[in-house]
C-alpha cells in the first residue's frame, strides 16, 4: 500500500471513529461517577466540565491520574529541581538515580563525543533506548549523531524554569508509546496553568573561574473567559570553563604515576630502521631537537621545555619539548546562550469541547572546544602517518602540536560554533460525547530540529605544502617500505610558526543537520466503562500515524578529502509510520487491579521493499495489590522495541579514524602483549536497510508500604533483556577475526574469513591502512537493577517541618553479548566493548526543613558506587593493575528565605565541599580521570530570585 493510500485510510479510519460515538451518544444518559461526589447546586458547573482540565498522565493513555497501572514512576518537581540545585534539565536527569551509565555525554564534557548536546542513558544502556516526551509527546531528535553513529534525543535546550515535573518510568513502555522505549520513558511535563506572572532572576559563578552565567525568565498566565493562555521566556547565558582553570586538566603535573611526564608539544617519534632485525614497528624513542628547544620556550604562557623521553612507560630515547599545558586548552563546559520561549492556549466552546495549540521554541548558540591540541596539530597523516628519514633509514613520525600563542586569538579564536533551533507544536480537539463517559483527543503535532556548525579546520594542501616546504625538502626523494623517503631538516621543524601562518592553512566550514517528526494521533478513552467489584472498568484506544525525517549533508571540502585529519559523516532518509492501541484497566477485586496494554507499530521508508518495512506488535500486563490500604504490591511484564534508527538505515558512505591494537602484528612479532602494537587506520561506515527492530522484554515487582501517613518505602526489581541491537560491526572483535585468519587458525575459506578478509586491508608492511563496517542486528544485553525509595515527613514544633527522602539503586547485573554463540561480557567489570563506564550504584538522599513559609533550606547528597580504573576499562579486568575507583560523593545545599508571599530569596551551593574526582593512579593518560563519569567543575554559588505578580500561582 503506498504511503498517501496509508495516510488516507488512517484519516478516514478516525472520522469514523469519532463520528460514531458521537452519534451515539445521543441517545445516551450515563452518568458519570465525578456526579456522585459533587453538588447539584444550579450554581455549580457540571461535573463533566472538570474532564476538559489538562492533566498530563505519564506511561497511560488515560488521563486520569487516579488510575491505577503498575508502572513505577520517579517523579522530580520544579520545587525540587530548585531546593537540590541543579540548573538545567540535563542535571535532573544525570543526577537521576536511575541514570548509572556514565556516558552522559554533551556539552558540560569536554574533549567528547557529541560535545554540542546532552542524552541520558538508563541503566546503563543506550542513549536511544530511553524514550524522552514533552508532555506526553514525542520530541525530535538532535540531528548531529550521538559518537556519529546513531540518533538520538537532546536534553540540553529545554529550558527548566518552564519544567512543572518530571516523570521517568523504568522499563519498557512500548506498548503505550512505541518505539525506543525499552530502557523507560522520560516524560519532561511543563506548566499547564498560571494565575499571574512570575519572574525569576538567577546568577551563579564557580570558585575556580568560567562556567558562571545569569539566567532571566518570565512565565505568566491568565483565563480570559473561555481563553486560557500561558506563556513563559527564559534567557541563558553561560561562559565556557576551560581545561587550564580546573585541577586534574590545568596540567600533566596531576598526572598519578608521579613521574611528570610531558606531553609533547612538538616533537619527532622515532620508529627505528626497518632493514634492523630488532625493528618492530613500535616507537623506540624521539628523534632530539638539535638545537633545544629554546626557540619554543615561549608557548603555552612559557611552560615549553627539552623534555627527556626515558622517563616515558616504557622509557624511550631522545628528548623532545613538552609543556605540561599542552593539553589543558579544552573546554570542560561549553558557552551557552539560549533564548527560549512557550505558548499554551486552551479555547473552551462548551463543556463538552476545547480547542488547544501549544508551541515550545529554543534558540541556542554554543562554542566549545572539545580537543585543544589533542586534534589541533600535524603530522604526516596523509601521508600514511609515518615517513622515512633519507639519511637514517629510520621511520618517523613528525608531530607538532598548535600552541595558543600561534593561533589568531588563541583557542578561543578556533572554537567550534553551533547554533540549533528547536520547536515543538500541534493543534488539536479534545472533548466528551454528550453527557457519556467517552473522552476524546486529536492533535496534530511538528518538532524538529536543525543544526547549524562553524568548524575549524585545517586544509589539507595547505597545511602538508607549508610542512613540506619547512623541513621536508619540499617533496618526497622515493618510497621505502611503503613510506616516502624525504630529507629531514629538524631544526626547522622545532621552530615556531606565527599566527598568520596559522591563518594561512586554517579556515572555517560549515556543517548542519536536520530532523523532523509529524504525527497525527487520536484517543478515546472511558474511565467509567462498566462497573466491576474493585471499580470502574476503563478503556482507551489510540490511532497514530506520521512521518519522520533526518538529514545530515556533508561539506564538499569534507566529502574530497581536503580537509586534515577530519572524517565526514552524512546521510539522510524519512519513513513513514501507522500505529494503533489500547489500554484496558480492570479493577477486579477491591484489592486488584489489572492493566493491559498492546500496540502495533508499522514503519516504511516508502520504496516498496519488504526489507525496508519494520512492524512490531508489542504488549504490556500489569498488576497492583493492596492487601491493606497502606500496603501496594505490583509487577508488570512489557515487551518493547527500537525501530531502526535513520542514521542505521540511510548513513552515507562515512569515515571515522580508528586507534586500536593489532593483535596480527603483534603475533608476528613474537608479542603477547599487544598494548604496544596499536594502529591508527580510516574507518568506512556503511548502513544497512535490511535491518529489523532491537526487541527486548522486562519485568518489574516491587511494594509499596505507608505504616504512617507520613512514612512511604519502597522498593522495586527490574529485569531487562535486550536482543537483536544494532550496532556497527566491532572494530577489535573484526581484527581478531582478520588476525585469526591470516595466522591460519580459522580456515581461510571460511565464511567468517572471507568477510574479515575483505574488510580489513593491509600495506606490504602488515599495517592495517582501512576497515570497512555496517550496521547489523548483532548483539544483546541484559541488566538487574534493584530500586528503593524512602521519604518521612515530620514536624518539630517550633522548630519546623522536615523531609528526609533517600533513594537508591543498585546494578546487579549488566551483562553484553557482541553476537550470538559469544561470551557475554560483565559491563560492570569489563567495558572493553561498551562505551561508558557504569557506576554499579548510585544514592541520593536530601533533608528539608521549613518554617511557616518563611524560611527553608534543603541538604542534597549524592553518592555515585566504584567504577573500574583505567587498566580494567582500556585493558580488561583481568590485566595486572585492574581494580576499582572508590565512590565520589558530593553535596549541594540551598537556603531560601520568603520575606513576603510573592518573594524569594535564595542561595545555592553545588558541590559545597568542593569535591574532585576520586583518584584512579591507573590513569597515567590525559585527562587523569574518567571525564565521561565525573567532571572537575567544583564549587559552584549561585544566587536566585523568584518574584509573582497577581499570585502567580501555576498548576
Not at 469514523?16 to 459533587?38: G, K
Not at 492533566?55 to 514512576?73: C, E, K, M, R, W
Not at 571515522?656 to 602483549?673: H, Q, R
Request: proline share 5%; charged share 10%.
Amino acid at each position: 500500500m503506498s504511503k498517501q493510500l496509508r495516510t488516507t485510510a488512517l484519516a478516514a479510519v478516525i472520522a469514523a471513529v469519532l463520528y460514531f460515538p458521537a452519534a451515539h451518544a445521543q441517545d445516551t444518559q450515563t452518568t458519570s461517577p465525578n456526579n456522585d461526589q459533587s453538588s447539584s447546586s444550579s450554581n455549580e458547573k457540571p461535573a463533566d466540565a472538570t474532564r476538559l482540565k489538562t492533566v498530563v498522565v505519564s506511561g497511560s493513555l488515560f488521563n486520569d491520574a487516579q488510575i491505577d497501572t503498575a508502572t513505577p514512576t520517579y517523579t522530580i518537581t520544579a520545587k525540587d529541581m530548585k531546593a537540590q540545585g541543579f540548573n538545567n534539565v540535563a542535571e535532573v536527569l544525570a543526577n537521576s538515580v536511575y541514570s548509572t551509565g556514565a556516558n552522559f555525554s554533551g556539552g558540560s564534557v569536554g574533549n567528547n563525543i557529541t560535545p554540542g548536546a546532552q542524552t541520558i542513558n538508563l541503566y546503563g544502556l543506550n542513549p536511544d533506548f530511553t524514550l524522552v516526551l514533552i508532555d506526553g509527546k514525542p520530541l525530535s531528535q538532535f540531528g548531529q549523531l550521538y559518537n556519529g553513529q546513531s540518533n538520538f534525543t537532546n536534553v540540553s535546550n529545554i529550558p527548566i524554569t518552564i519544567v512543572d515535573h518530571i516523570d521517568i518510568m523504568p522499563g519498557g513502555g512500548s506498548s503505550i508509546y512505541g518505539s525506543n522505549a525499552i530502557a523507560g520513558v522520560v516524560n519532561i511535563v511543563l506548566k499547564q496553568h498560571m494565575d499571574g506572572v512570575e519572574v525569576t532572576a538567577r546568577s551563579n559563578t564557580y570558585q575556580g573561574g568560567g562556567g558562571g552565567g545569569s539566567v532571566l525568565s518570565a512565565v505568566g498566565g491568565h483565563d480570559f473567559g473561555k481563553l486560557d493562555v500561558i506563556g513563559a521566556f527564559e534567557y541563558d547565558h553561560s561562559t565556557p570553563m576551560w581545561g587550564y582553570q580546573r585541577p586534574f586538566v590545568d596540567s600533566s603535573n596531576y598526572n598519578p604515576n608521579g613521574l611528570n611526564i610531558l606531553p609533547v608539544s612538538v616533537g619527532v617519534l622515532n620508529y627505528g630502521n626497518p632493514a634492523s632485525s630488532s625493528y618492530t614497528g613500535i616507537q623506540t624513542g624521539f628523534i632530539s631537537p638539535p638545537n633545544g628547544c629554546g626557540s619554543l620556550a615561549g608557548l603555552y604562557g612559557g611552560s615549553t621545555v627539552l623534555t627527556n623521553g626515558a622517563k616515558s612507560t616504557p622509557p624511550l630515547s631522545g628528548n623532545y619539548c613538552g609543556s605540561p599545558a599542552t593539553n589543558s586548552y579544552v573546554t570542560l563546559a561549553n558557552e551557552n546562550e539560549s533564548y527560549d520561549s512557550m505558548l499554551k492556549l486552551k479555547y473552551n466552546v462548551s463543556d463538552n469541547l476545547q480547542f488547544y495549540a501549544d508551541a515550545l521554541v529554543d534558540f541556542q548558540k554554543q562554542k566549545y572546544d572539545n580537543g585543544g591540541s589533542q586534534t589541533n596539530y600535524w603530522s604526516p597523516l596523509d601521508f600514511g602517518s609515518n615517513i622515512v628519514d633519507a639519511n637514517t633509514g629510520n621511520v618517523v613520525s613528525p608531530l607538532y602540536s598548535f600552541a595558543p600563542e600561534e593561533i589568531p586569538g588563541g583557542y578561543y579564536g578556533v572554537m567550534t560554533r553551533q547554533n540549533d533551533l528547536l520547536y515543538q507544536a500541534d493543534v488539536g480537539a479534545k472533548g466528551t460525547f454528550g453527557n457519556s463517559n467517552w473522552n476524546w483527543d486529536i492533535y496534530f503535532l511538528r518538532s524538529g530540529d536543525k543544526t547549524t556548525l562553524s568548524m575549524p579546520v585545517r586544509l589539507a594542501s595547505a597545511v602538508d605544502n607549508f610542512f613540506l616546504n619547512r623541513f621536508l625538502g619540499g617533496g618526497s626523494v622515493g618510497t621505502e617500505y611503503g613510506y616516502n623517503v624525504y630529507n629531514i631538516n629538524y631544526n626547522a621543524f622545532f621552530q615556531p610558526i606565527t599566527p598568520q601562518q596559522y591563518a594561512s592553512f586554517s579556515t572555517n566550514i560549515p556543517a548542519s543537520s536536520n530532523t523532523w517528526i509529524n504525527t497525527t494521533r487520536a484517543t478515546i478513552s472511558n474511565d467509567s466503562l462498566f462497573a466491576l467489584p474493585g471499580g470502574d472498568a476503563a478503556l482507551a484506544f489510540l490511532l497514530e500515524g506520521g512521518s519522520q525525517a533526518w538529514y545530515q549533508p556533508v561539506n564538499s571540502l569534507l566529502a574530497s578529502g581536503q580537509v586534515w585529519g577530519q572524517s565526514a559523516t552524512s546521510g539522510g532518509g524519512e519513513r513513514s509510520h501507522q500505529d494503533a492501541a489500547f489500554e484496558f484497566n480492570l479493577p477486579l477485586l477491591k484489592q486488584l487491579t489489572m492493566d493491559l496494554s498492546a500496540r502495533y507499530d508499522y514503519y516504511n521508508i516508502g520504496n516498496g521493499s519488504d526489507a525496508a518495512s519494520n512492524h512490531k506488535l508489542t504488549y504490556k500486563i500489569g498488576l497492583e495489590y493492596r492487601p491493606f490500604d497502606n500496603w501496594l504490591i505490583r509487577g508488570n511484564y512489557t515487551t518493547s522495541f527500537m525501530a531502526p534508527d535513520l542514521a542505521s538505515m540511510f548513513l552515507g558512505a562515512s569515515t571515522t579514524y580508528s586507534y586500536m591494537p593489532d593483535p596480527y602484528l603483534c603475533a608476528i612479532n613474537g608479542n603477547t602483549n599487544c598494548q604496544n602494537y596499536y594502529e591508527n587506520a580510516i574507518n568506512y561506515i556503511y548502513s544497512n536497510r535490511d535491518l529489523k527492530p532491537t526487541t527486548a522484554t522486562s519485568w518489574s515487582a516491587g511494594t509499596v508500604w505507608s505504616p504512617m501517613n507520613n512514612l512511604n518505602l519502597s522498593v522495586d526489581f527490574l529485569h531487562l533483556s535486550v536482543q537483536n541491537e544494532i550496532i556497527q560491526q566491532n572494530i577489535p572483535e573484526l581484527l581478531s577475526q582478520d588476525s585469526q585468519c591470516l595466522l591460519g587458525q580459522l580456515p581461510a575459506s571460511s565464511p567468517t574469513c572471507t568477510a574479515a578478509l575483505a574488510q580489513v586491508q593491509r600495506n606490504s608492511l602488515n599495517q592495517v591502512t582501512s576497515i570497512t563496517t555496517y550496521y547489523m542486528n548483532l548483539s544483546s544485553e541484559q541488566a538487574n537493577s534493584l530500586i528503593a525509595d524512602a521519604k518521612y515527613h515530620f514536624d518539630v514544633d517550633p522548630i519546623g517541618t522536615f523531609l528526609v527522602h533517600f533513594s537508591y539503586q543498585d546494578l546487579l547485573k549488566h551483562t553484553y553479548q557482541l553476537y550470538a554463540g559469544a561470551a557475554p561480557i560483565n559491563l560492570l567489570t569489563n567495558n572493553l566493548y561498551d562505551n561508558s563506564t557504569e557506576f554499579k550504584s548510585v544514592v541520593t538522599g536530601d533533608l528539608t526543613w521549613s518554617w511557616h513559609d518563611k524560611f527553608s533550606s534543603t541538604l542534597y547528597w549524592h553518592r555515585y558506587g566504584r567504577t573500574p580504573n583505567y587498566i580494567a576499562s582500556s585493558e580488561g579486568p583481568t590485566t595486572p593493575g585492574a581494580g576499582w575507583v572508590a565512590p565520589w560523593i558530593y553535596y549541594n545545599w540551598s537556603f531560601t528565605y520568603s520575606p513576603t508571599k510573592n518573594l524569594d530569596l535564595s542561595l545555592m551551593i553545588n558541590n559545597l565541599t568542593n569535591k574532585m574526582p576520586p583518584v584512579d593512579r591507573a590513569y597515567t593518560v590525559f585527562p587523569y580521570y574518567n571525564q565521561s563519569a565525573y567532571n572537575v567543575y567544583g564549587r559552584e554559588f549561585m544566587l536566585q530570585v523568584d518574584y509573582r505578580f497577581g499570585g502567580g500561582h501555576s498548576d
